[in-house]
């Protein structure tokens, strides 16, 4: 059973460097500053050990190793993992040892750090067991301490008590209110059921006269599964008078004879020890499992992020054609549509581009009005001016083509945008290409920039030449009217309209022979009328031609301005631009190019370690014993720590091997 917290302790080690990447088997200590915590862990180890002072002073996560040695040593003496070249036998000198290694982490100013402090601790008179010491709950910050020292600490607490593998010690004052505990507070918040919190009751000495914890050790209040252990430390006298242990224990046992006669055997520093070592080697056996698996799941992982990082000696020269390679294909990947990693959550690469073409170009397009800015005054004030001197019979072509040039050059702005939209697009799938892991160009911070510079002037230099494409396409339509197009209103169907026009008032322009003065005014009231009706057919007719050609050249436009664009700029870069990577960088500055990014460099140190550490950790798995495995791997059922009080006959009553261990000083 010791081996498993060994394995524990060994798993602990290996993750000291960069923090666990694991959630690993541990019991947590957490109170408030005046709850006791620290008594409890001294009296756990028998020696005053801890550092002591005002406010904050556990400043760091101290994890505390009980090793129990089996070999004949007297005096017993600790390692901190830190330095293991110093061994400590004067527990004084390590309390200044955790205090200098606090200010060396958290520094000098009263704030906290989560770097934490591993300290092992042998003797042969402990039972294997492995704590974690948090910073005391506070609530106002005193001296130097942050203005938040109240959130920094409530946030440590939870980030060790969350880990579903963690048993919760909550250390609980007696002679307070339960209901107003912030340890059991937070062990609540994360432990709903209290599956895992083991509530520790300090200070039974300490209630008022006549005032007892019976309902509070039975289990009436505190709503643990784990179990609740009463426990007397030593008090602040005693400490400053450096109070033996061994003397304050037989204090505390003889406390119990005579107040809590009846569960004294279930309560004390010894039967707290023996319960959490139970539970904790029981909780191991149920976590190991999966905690293995755990730990072959992330070094997969991490050996995958590790290799796709790359090695780092590499024939640059070689390496470099072959990043430019990735870059090209994936570029041109991402405009046709065949790259591995689809885009779920929107539009990219040439389906934006398609997008631009055929939603924005026809929306821009559709929302231009033939006749937009041309009021019936214009257009006649426009034929009668191409008709000069003389009256026409028809509507003159020279005014109809000045209009519709008019209203041809609306569609230029629209083209222009397109270009520049597409231009934007494929700017937006550089960046998108070099920082592309599988491309590995963030691994190069130059040669990533440099990539980005030669593919963006490439787009550049391309911009120009298509604008004026789309220019000259659009001045081709205004060079030439083609009124003998086939979608185009011909001229017999305006010459039939204008002569069915003419028939229908040729009675009233028949002269006659005698005009009265009446018959004159109406003659010259119906020439009025005429002339009005004529100007209105014009209008028509000339609208109606306007709006023919314009959806003419509208359809063109749609149709051509694509492919001008796809002509001049998307189809020459993907041509031409793996040719123009190696032109512009396949020079003398390879290596300065290809230096890797600090950074880069750092993440691929702090994988190394990790996949180190979780190679290790592994070994350390996969290295148990098969006899002990079995024993492990097929336990699937946890006993639970029964509550107190409990009785007579448990095992945790009886004279084992282990009860000798502590109470052989009483006999």
Not at 159 to 175: D, F, G, S
Not at 182 to 207: C, F, H, N, Q, Y
Not at 297 to 321: F, H, R, Y
Request: aromatic fraction near 6%.
């Amino acid at each position: 059973m010791d081996e498993l917290v060994e394995i524990v302790n060994q798993l602990q080690d290996v993750f000291l460097v960069s923090g666990q990447v694991v959630d690993l088997p541990q019991v947590v200590v957490v109170g408030s500053q005046s709850a006791g915590k620290s008594s409890v862990l001294e009296h756990l180890v028998g020696k005053s050990f801890l550092p002591r002072g005002v406010g904050v002073v556990t400043r760091c996560p101290l994890v505390l190793q009980l090793v129990h040695s089996t070999t004949e040593v007297v005096d017993e003496y600790a390692i901190f993992q830190h330095d293991q070249t110093k061994v400590f036998t004067d527990f004084d000198l390590i309390s200044k040892e955790i205090q200098d290694q606090t200010v060396k982490l958290a520094g000098s100013n009263k704030g906290i750090c989560h770097v934490p402090i591993t300290l092992k601790i042998y003797s042969n008179s402990y039972l294997n067991l492995t704590l974690v010491d948090l910073p005391g709950l506070t609530k106002i910050p005193v001296g130097d301490q942050p203005t938040d020292i109240e959130k920094q600490t409530r946030d440590m607490v939870l980030e060790y008590i969350r880990n579903p593998n963690c048993i919760i010690l909550a250390v609980t004052p007696a002679n307070a209110d339960l209901t107003t505990s912030e340890s059991l507070a937070l062990a609540r918040d994360v432990d709903p059921e209290g599956e895992r919190t083991l509530a520790v009751i300090t200070k039974l000495d300490l209630m008022d006269e006549g005032t007892d914890a019976w309902d509070i050790l039975s289990g009436k209040i505190i709503p643990v599964k784990l179990g609740i252990i009463g426990v007397v430390n030593r008090s602040q006298r005693d400490i400053m008078e450096n109070k033996p242990m061994k003397k304050a224990l037989k204090e505390e046992a003889q406390f119990f004879q005579n107040h809590y006669k009846a569960v004294a055997r279930t309560h004390g520093i010894p039967y707290l020890t023996k319960t959490v070592q139970k539970i904790l080697t029981e909780h191991i056996k149920s976590c190991l499992p999966n905690l293995k698996e755990n730990i072959k799941e992330k070094l997969s992982k991490k050996q995958e992020e590790l290799k796709a990082l790359g090695e780092v000696n590499l024939d640059k020269p070689s390496l470099l054609i072959d990043i430019m390679s990735k870059f090209s294909k994936m570029y041109c990947s991402i405009i046709k549509g065949d790259t591995e990693n689809i885009q779920t959550t929107e539009l990219s690469g040439g389906a934006r581009i398609n997008y631009v073409f055929q939603e924005s170009l026809a929306k821009a397009l559709r929302t231009i009005d033939a006749l937009s800015g041309l009021t019936k005054g214009a257009i006649l004030t426009a034929t009668q001016n191409a008709s000069g001197a003389s009256p026409g019979l028809f509507i003159p072509e020279v005014a109809f083509e000045l209009l519709v040039k008019r209203q041809i050059q609306r569609f230029r702005p629209p083209c222009l945008r397109c270009v520049d939209l597409v231009n934007e697009e494929l700017s937006r799938i550089v960046l998108t290409c070099a920082d592309d892991p599988l491309i590995g160009l963030e691994r190069y911070p130059t040669l990533q920039k440099e990539v980005i510079r030669v593919v963006t002037e490439l787009l550049h230099s391309r911009l120009p030449i298509a604008n004026q494409m789309v220019e000259n396409f659009i001045d081709y339509q205004l060079a030439y009217i083609n009124t003998r197009h086939p979608h185009f209103i011909t001229n017999r169907v305006i010459g039939k309209e204008s002569i069915a026009f003419e028939e229908e008032n040729c009675i009233a322009r028949k002269p006659t022979v005698k005009l009265s003065e009446k018959s004159l005014t109406v003659s010259e009231k119906s020439k009025k009328e005429e002339e009005t009706s004529k100007e209105t057919r014009d209008y028509q007719l000339i609208q109606k031609l306007i709006q023919s050609y314009f959806s003419i050249v509208q359809i063109t436009v749609q149709d051509t301005v694509p492919k001008i664009i796809m002509h001049s700029i998307v189809n020459f870069v993907m041509e031409r631009l793996h040719c123009e990577l190696i032109t512009r960088l396949y020079n003398g500055n390879t290596y300065n190019l290809m230096k890797e990014s600090e950074d880069f460099v750092e993440k691929r140190q702090e994988l190394a370690t990790t996949v180190a550490q979780l190679e290790k950790a592994y070994g350390i798995l996969t290295s148990i014993k098969p006899s002990t495995k079995s024993h492990v791997f097929n336990c699937n059922v946890v006993t639970e720590a029964p509550r107190a009080p409990l009785p007579p006959d448990s095992d945790l009553n009886s004279n084992s091997d282990l009860d000798s261990i502590f109470y052989s000083e009483f006999k």
